[in-house]
């Protein structure tokens, strides 16, 4: 009870339970859950629990739920001067990839912050990948004066990448204000939506047959590309009985522990191979009766049949070996016969039911009691077999598929005289005759009504502490901790290895043991497993790396090396500091070498070339090196080694200057030369770094980045310029390992240049290099100011799989520049006004996000579009294309009937140009356009996709023979078609034309119908002001069987003129035919009852003169066909 104020007078019963709960168990029946309240701040409202106790275990629990908060339970009041805590209100909770965000995931106060604000912060850890799986920066929850809850602002981000479960762990710490006790962590477990569908199964078994006897085979449909990589039974096995093997097989494993007779409903587990899993069941009669089909019982009275009541006991149980039961049984009762139907044919069938005196007959969709649905009945009586009695005693036509188990159950109730009930059938070679108990499956009174209650699933166990790749000293002893999602499973305990080795075991949460005395090791992998029944599952590995307190320090030294040297020349030695009194006692190295290219002397460190002919050309080769003490402690160090290259070398210089000056290089010469390598990649900088020409120079390769990625380059002209790229072989380089390097300069040359490497190159020059522009990764952004080339005129930029091209400022890529965009690339003017040559999408995407000086266009396209590839490409506008006659040639990149070129976006195609789609691929048109030359549609399908205005502009359509025009979308202009016409997608839709709609008598249209029950839906073409029809039309259907009265409106226009030369229709069930009058007036055409109409053919009649005598002319028509005729001269 909960009053309207805080007196016991105004309560109000908001909630009840009949019967016994779990404790806390708030979801068991819908009574326990009260109508939402209004409650009013700082207002006292009386609350009153009443309850009863009648044996066993006792308890009552009140929780609620409100502004800001999950539903908990209500506490009782601490004083205001206790200290407060702050905890997860739940210590674990399993989302889909596809929920929004985690609606347990929320802090909780003891009771509500007084006068000062409390602050907690948190953290993410676990296998889960920020950004990629989620969004939730590590941050700090502030509880206001009088709040209580807080919701983390955790929100999921569903990938299409199938995987298996990962883990989100979200930790409390540092509060302010009060003091963070359990659970200080919630594990989310983040489940892939994907999970099998495992099929259900019907079969039976024998005490008599023998261990490893095959009874059924399970069956899983996975998300492609996945596959079931194991089985097992995790519920309903008694005593063992059955197992199942890696391929889904159920066998026989104990024969003597069937139940004789009865059922058995093993609830199955498909495992896929990226560890998604789904439950089904096996549904097993044990031990039937021979020569016995279903079963039959008898309940006194009529009652059980009126009121479909079956749950009292029965005066009587047996079994019958078909659906037809004995005559005279008795009077005033009520009958039930079930049993499993299991045709041998698919196809069509029909269903009667007779009796005396009244029944019901029902019919499953599969073999379970709950997919149940009456088909017939007999509302009065019905002499034995008697089927044509009552209209309702046939079913429609009801399609079955040959092998597959459906539940059929006939009820009838008996007052008094003869009595009986019988069930038949006509099906596909099968003329009406009672059902046979050949078609019955075995069946034993109390089968499996429904779907089995889904089972806990496998707990999920994540290492919380160490982090993955954490760092450590040897000697430490490490805590590690993990957390647990039991997912309804009784975890009996947590056991931790490292590296396979068992180091502790903790048998109450929290869970953790200690690495103790940690010894050195590069890499140490951490696991941890979670006991529950007898068996286990293993978290994710973390792995952490355990260092000596003071290994050898090695020093960082370059050196050359070309091709012409020969092997075995030494380069130069790596060199060490130890700690004392310590002695060297090894070189190694230990990763950049490649093809052992480079030896080191494991004594003196000295760096040899081994294979000259196997040196980049140019390229620069870093190796780490490891030197060992007498101790057997290791230190890591860097060797640069510049290949095929003179001049080169190493900017040293964290705060910038001027690039001749000596000291800035690491071998005290500047870089100069074709072929030199320059580069700026080996400092942590603490500030943005600025270099300056300060001449001409050339150079082969630049490398540029951050090791603590937070800061840029920028190379400017200074004094003088330009830098000129030149190699002596191959093509210039420009690597951008993190954030920005900006070109602030004139780029020369003629070798064009390969952007590498995922930070950013900003070319900020009026440049003048041809060759082209290759983006292998990472992001070009083109800014050298309003109107300024960034590239040379008639230049081509290739943008492969990682790249991205900017363009920042207006018109910077000059009016010749053809772009190639691959797969996984991308081209994006956010600027405006760009003027662009020939377009080739290879799967890429090309972007128009900018905004600027000219409102409403971000590019114009000077050239055609080639879409080609093997996966789907894009364009997305912002604002606007301006083009003139433009081609875009499509192929089929996906090899499916899915669109390979979509073009999206709020802006429009513009001008007064004409757009042609060539190409047998599919191109997909989202936005609202304007252009006016028309549209061509010479090959392939055009979809007009879009949800306003005109996909194709306010010119005419045109189709020619080779094209098909479809989608769900609108035109505004005329058109004219030779070729298909196919609305909709791979889906019904409807496509809605403005204008007059003409079909040449080339022409094909393609119609879809659908059925779900009673809906229907079927593609249309809507608004056409005058519809020509002419050429073909094929129409095919789906779903449901279509019915007497089912009506589809396929064309819709206001004036609608010719008709088509052939109709092709779906064939319909037997007695049904398709009315075609109302096609070519009003585009719709009907099923209904009926026959075919009969031909009618008139025998040769005589010429005959006035005068003559009269004449009977003869016609020859089908037998019982009544045919009116008239006369007229």
């Known amino acids: 009870f909960i009053s309207t104020d805080s007196t016991a007078a105004n309560k109000v019963q908001r909630a009840s339970l009949a019967s016994a709960t779990s404790f806390q168990n708030w979801t068991a029946n819908s009574s326990q859950q009260s109508i939402s309240l209004n409650l009013t701040a700082g207002q006292s409202y009386y609350v009153e629990v009443q309850h009863q106790e009648t044996g066993g275990s006792d308890h009552v629990s009140v929780a609620w739920q409100g502004p800001g908060f999950s539903r908990t339970p209500i506490l009782t009041p601490i004083p205001d001067n206790a200290p407060r805590v702050v905890r997860f ?59 209580q809850f807080k919701l983390l602002p955790l929100t999921f981000a569903a990938d299409s990448v199938g995987e298996a479960p990962e883990s989100l762990i979200v930790s409390l710490s540092s509060p302010v204000g009060a003091a963070v006790s359990s659970p200080a962590t919630h ?160 196809g069509i069938y ?30 009065d009586w019905t002499a034995f077999q008697g089927w044509d009695e009552e209209t309702n005693q046939i079913s429609s036509g009801i399609s079955l598929v040959a092998g597959q188990t459906y539940w059929i159950e006939a009820q009838q109730v008996e007052g008094g005289g003869g009595d009986h009930v019988s069930i038949a059938w006509q099906g596909p070679g099968i003329a009406r005759q009672s059902i046979p108990s050949t078609v019955m499956a075995p069946f034993v009174a109390g089968a499996a009504s429904g779907d089995p209650t889904p089972q806990a699933a496998i707990p999920v166990v994540a290492i919380s502490s160490p982090a993955n790749n ?32 068992l180091i502790g075991t903790d048998m109450a949460a929290p869970y953790e043991a200690t690495y ?37 320090v090695v020093a960082t030294r370059y050196f050359a090396a070309n091709s012409g040297m020969t092997a075995n020349t030494a380069l130069g030695s790596a060199t060490a500091t130890l700690f004392s009194p310590r002695t060297l006692s090894s070189w190694a190295i230990v990763a950049g070498n490649t093809g052992s290219i480079f030896s080191i002397n494991s004594t003196s460190g000295q760096i040899s070339l081994q294979q000259p002919s196997s040196l980049p050309a140019p390229g620069m080769t870093y190796l780490t090196v490891r030197a060992t003490d007498s101790a057997g402690y290791s230190g890591d160090g860097t060797i640069g080694i510049f290949c095929n290259s003179t001049g080169s070398s190493v900017w040293v210089n964290p705060n910038g200057g001027s690039w001749p000056t000596v000291g800035n290089w690491s071998n005290s010469t500047a870089v100069s ?249 599919t191109m997909a048109v989202a936005n609202s356009n304007t252009y006016s030359g028309g549209t061509n549609i010479n090959a392939g399908t055009f979809l007009a996709m879009n949800v306003a ?7 005419a359509v045109s189709v020619a023979a080779s094209g098909t025009l479809g989608g769900n979308g609108t035109i505004s202009g005329a058109v004219s078609i030779s070729g298909g016409l196919a609305p909709g997608v791979n889906d019904v839709g409807t496509l809605t034309v403005g204008s007059t709609l003409t079909l040449a008598g080339t022409s094909t249209s393609t119609m879809q119908l659908a059925k779900a029950g009673a809906a229907l839906s079927n593609d249309r073409v809507l608004g056409a002001t005058t519809l020509t029809l002419a050429g073909t039309l094929t ?51 009907l099923v209904e009852n009926g026959v075919l109409p009969q031909p009618i053919t008139f025998g040769p009649i005589a010429a005959k003169t006035f005068g003559d005598a009269a004449f009977s002319p003869g016609a020859t028509a089908s037998s019982g066909l009544t045919v009116a005729y008239s006369s007229s001269a």
């Open 89 to 147: 209100a739940v210590d674990s909770s399993t989302c889909l990839e596809t929920d929004a965000s985690a609606p347990m995931l929320m802090a909780v106060l003891d009771r509500p912050a007084g006068a000062t604000a409390v602050t907690v912060n948190y953290t993410t850890s676990g296998t889960a990948i920020s950004g990629t799986d989620y969004t939730l920066a590590p941050g700090t929850l502030t509880f206001n004066p009088g709040e």
């Open 187 to 346: 594990l989310i477990t983040l489940i892939d939506p994907g999970t099998p569908v495992v099929n259900p199964v019907f079969a039976s078994a024998t005490s008599s047959q023998t261990v490893g006897t095959v009874i059924a085979t399970s069956t899983a449909t996975v998300v492609s590309p996945r596959v079931v990589s194991s089985w097992s039974i995790i519920a309903g096995n008694p005593n063992n009985a059955f197992a199942i093997n890696s391929a889904g097989q159920v066998t026989l494993a104990i024969p003597g522990s069937l139940p004789n007779p009865g059922n058995v409903q093993l609830v199955v587990r498909a495992t896929d191979d990226l560890g998604s899993s789904g439950d089904g069941a096996v549904n097993i009669v044990c031990n039937p009766p021979s020569g016995q089909a279903v079963a039959e019982q008898r309940w006194n009275g009529t009652t059980a049949y009126n009121d479909e009541d079956w749950s009292g006991t029965p005066i009587y149980s047996g079994t019958l070996p078909s659906l037809t039961s004995a005559q005279g049984v008795g009077d005033n009762y009520s009958r039930r016969i079930v049993g499993y139907l299991k045709p041998t044919v698919s």
């Open 350 to 379: 029909y269903f009667w039911t007779a009796s005396d005196d009244q029944s019901r007959l029902y019919l499953g969709s599969n073999g379970y009691e709950s997919s149940k649905t009456l088909i017939a009945t007999v509302n």
């Open 470 to 501: 954490a760092g450590f000293f040897s000697t430490n002893n490490i805590t590690v901790t993990a957390s647990v999602s039991p997912n309804g499973q009784t975890v009996t305990g947590v056991e931790f290895y490292r590296d396979n080795v």
């Open 516 to 552: 103790a005395n940690a010894t050195t090791a590069a890499s140490v992998n951490l696991t941890a497993r979670a006991l529950y029944l007898d068996t286990f599952v293993t978290s994710p590995s973390v792995n952490i790396v355990v260092q000596d307190s003071n290994p050898p």
């Open 673 to 921: 030369g074709a072929s030199s390598i320059a580069d700026f990649s080996v400092l942590d900088l603490t500030a943005n770094a600025a270099v300056t020409l300060d001449g001409a120079r050339t150079v082969g390769t630049l490398v540029f980045g951050d090791t603590s990625p937070s800061h840029n380059w920028t190379l400017s002209t200074g004094s003088a310029g330009p830098l000129t790229l030149n190699t002596t072989t191959g093509n210039p380089v420009v690597t951008v390992n993190n954030q920005t390097a900006t070109l602030n300069l004139v780029v020369a040359g003629t070798k064009g240049l390969i952007k590498n490497g995922a930070g950013t190159l900003a070319l900020g020059g009026i440049n003048t290099f041809t060759g082209g522009l290759t983006v292998n990764a990472g992001t070009v952004s083109l800014q050298p100011g309003d109107y300024n080339n960034a590239l040379p005129t008639n230049s081509a930029v290739t943008i492969n799989n990682g790249g991205t091209v900017i363009q920042v400022n207006t018109n910077v890529t000059n009016n010749g520049t053809a772009f190639t965009v691959n797969a996984g690339g991308t081209l994006n003017f956010a600027s405006y006004h760009a003027h662009l040559g020939a377009i080739t999408l290879n799967g890429g995407t090309l972007l128009g996000t900018g905004s600027g000086k000219y409102a409403g266009e971000d590019f114009l396209l000077n050239g055609n579009v080639t879409v080609g590839g093997t996966t789907a490409s894009s364009i997305s506008i912002a604002n606007g294309i301006g083009f003139a006659n433009r081609t875009f040639t499509v192929a089929d990149a996906t090899t499916s009937p899915a669109a390979d070129l979509t073009i999206s976006g709020n802006g429009a195609i513009k001008g007064t140009g004409i757009l042609t789609k060539a190409g047998v691929g």
């Open 949 to 955: 205005g005109s996909a194709t502009g306010t010119g």
């Open 1035 to 1085: 129409v095919s259907a789906s779903g449901d069987a279509l019915a007497a009265g089912d009506s589809f409106d396929l064309f819709g226009a206001t004036t609608h003129s010719g008709s088509f030369t052939t109709v092709n229709l779906p064939t319909l069930p037997s007695g049904l035919v398709w009315n075609t009058t109302q096609l070519n007036t009003a585009g719709i055409i």
